[in-house]
């Protein structure tokens, strides 16, 4: 009768079974799938209990879920055994094809380990297929061998089952449904599992683009809005430096449209003179303060701050471009460097100022070539009564060239002036139509007594039209500085020893001309001293040397012709 009823048996148990594969691999999420597993331990393959094992990313095994007694599933749900102590566990026992059974005559060893487990109790068993309540049945998950054809891939879990209904151990066909629903149930946890990342990238993958999305409205806003310029340049390519996107302030200092500033580069921007100071600017971190034309055609002083973004990871890069207007404090810088190196009074360059023009053009080597006489042992110095006009022979000067790798011994105290041109002086005894760096020390005859007579606004005033009248005398690119009192200095470069006569000539000339001061005219006169500078002295030693000539200049004429000439 059993035979016969076997068949029939068999047919219901694998609908049963076939409807709870169909159950675990329609589990909405990782979780509902590993109690279905469970369940349809239960409620397939006719064991009282149940319990899903799962492999976690360290390799230990958790208590996942568990069906058929509520009270065990409160007690060891979500309990860790170690790997080790499953590794032994299933490498024990008897092997029924994949599936591991330890009979209670061994398993005692294993009432100690880490493994969560649960004790039954009932009869000894009374035939020898009988099931004992201390007997362990596991049936581990494997997931499919990468090469198919049902090899065994990882371990994904082990399925723990007790108590078949029937009371007894499992037969062949019990065995092999149970290693069957092994199978697809490690199938379908791999496949809840790759679900639920696939789920939780997606959820990253939206969380990173609205990230990404506001922070592109930020960065929007912030280039947009923000009150100082801001410029998106390429990189690379035929179009680089090209302005690609420019914000309001930056169109709005340099009075130009969005779209005309996108037919521009900085370099077509920068003055001219500061195209250099561009260039070496660094595309990261780079910083320059340089001009930035205008639309009028005016140049405006910005502050160049630079730095590299890119669209993605490995998407072009474009050049970010941070311009703040430095205007007034470019202004103010200039204004307090020409207060610090100009005359507060005549506006011309001060003492200080003088010395570092002239220092400029000396250095401590000495050119071969034959230094001015000194005042002791000067020719008679020329009398500057006479209103000759002005030489107008302004040829270049006579530079003798010893810097450029012709080191004499001791060439070491030459070091930065590797491109220096030498400046030297016209021979002393005669004029043989050489140019040299002619130095005129000014002094006013006559400035004291104005001074103590009518006060001090009538000897500034006097002051400023003697500074005046001496620059409009003198050449573009020479130099009048006055020194203090009523001393000044004109530095003339590529005249001869008659070109600096005539000058000081004409200069005199201009100077003894009645000034309006105070609502009165008054006179001074001038004495001038001619020296010449030359590589290997110092600025002081010139100045010193022409005020040692004016003196004799003074001293030559007779004091009643002194303040008017």
């Known amino acids: 009768m059993e035979t016969e009823s076997e ?38 393959l006719g064991y009282e209990l149940a319990c899903v094992n799962l492999v976690r990313p360290d390799g230990d095994l958790v208590v996942a879920a568990l069906a058929g007694n509520s009270a065990a599933e409160a007690l060891i749900t979500g309990r860790v055994g170690s790997r080790g102590s499953w590794d032994r566990r299933l490498n024990m026992g008897e092997r029924w094809g994949d599936l591991v059974f330890i009979p209670h005559t061994e398993g005692w060893v294993l009432d100690d380990d880490d493994v969560p487990q649960w004790y039954t109790d009932g009869p000894a068993p009374r035939f020898e297929d009988e099931w004992h309540p201390s007997d362990r049945l596991f049936a581990p998950m494997h997931a499919p061998g990468p090469q198919g054809g049902g090899t065994s891939g990882e371990l994904v879990g082990v399925l723990s089952v007790d108590r078949p209904r029937n009371g007894r151990r499992p037969g062949a066909w019990g065995r092999e449904a149970l290693q069957m629903y092994a199978f697809q149930a490690a199938i379908a946890i791999s496949n809840a599992r790759l679900r639920a990342n696939m789920q939780r990238a997606l959820v990253r993958l939206e969380r990173d683009q609205q990230a990404l999305r506001a922070s592109e409205e930020s960065f929007r806003q912030a280039f947009e809005y923000a009150p100082s310029g801001m410029a998106i340049a390429e990189m690379g390519g035929d179009q680089h430096g090209r302005i690609l996107r420019t914000n309001d302030a930056l169109c709005r200092l340099l009075g130009r449209p969005a779209s005309a500033m996108r ?117 008679p110095f020329e009398s500057f009564d006479s209103a000759d006009s002005f030489g107008a022979a302004y040829g270049p000067p006579v530079f003798d060239r010893g810097h450029d790798f012709d080191f004499p011994p001791g060439a070491d105290q030459c070091e930065g002036y590797d491109h220096h041109v030498h400046t030297v002086a016209p021979a002393a005894e005669f004029d043989d139509g050489a140019k040299g760096l002619a130095v005129l020390f000014c002094d006013l005859d006559g400035f004291k007594s104005i001074n103590d007579r009518f006060g001090h606004n009538a000897g500034d005033a006097v002051l400023i039209e003697v500074a005046r009248r001496l620059s409009n005398g003198v050449r573009d690119g020479d130099t009048v500085a006055r020194l203090g009192g009523d001393e000044f200095v004109i530095l003339a470069d590529g005249l001869g020893r008659a070109d600096a006569q005539d000058l000081a000539v004409r200069l005199r000339n201009e100077i003894i001309q009645p000034i309006r001061a105070e609502g009165r005219a008054v006179r001074v006169g001038a004495s001038f001293g001619i020296g010449w500078a030359h590589c290997g002295m110092t600025a002081d030693e010139v100045l010193k040397s022409a005020d040692e000539r004016m003196y004799v200049e003074k001293r030559s004429r007779p004091k009643q012709h002194r303040r008017a000439g």
């Open 7 to 44: 068949p029939y048996v068999r047919l219901a148990s694998l609908r049963q079974l076939h409807q709870a594969m169909a159950d675990m691999n329609t589990a909405r999420s990782l979780a509902d799938t590993l109690q279905t597993v469970a369940d349809g331990v239960v409620g397939a």
């Open 263 to 379: 037919r521009y580069s900085f370099s077509d921007l920068v003055h001219p003179e500061d195209i250099g100071t561009l260039l070496r600017t660094s595309a990261e971190g780079g910083r320059a303060e340089l001009r930035l034309g205008r639309r009028d055609g005016t140049y405006v002083w910005v502050s160049l701050r630079n730095s590299v973004v890119a669209d993605a990871a490995d998407g072009p890069r474009f050049l970010l471009t941070h311009v703040e207007d430095i205007e007034e404090r470019k202004r103010r810088e200039l204004q307090l460097a020409h207060r610090a190196s100009h005359d507060s009074l005549t506006g011309l360059p001060n003492s200080a100022e003088l010395r570092s023009r002239l220092s400029a053009r000396l250095c401590r080597q000495q050119p071969q070539s034959a230094p001015p006489a000194s005042v002791d042992s000067m020719e």
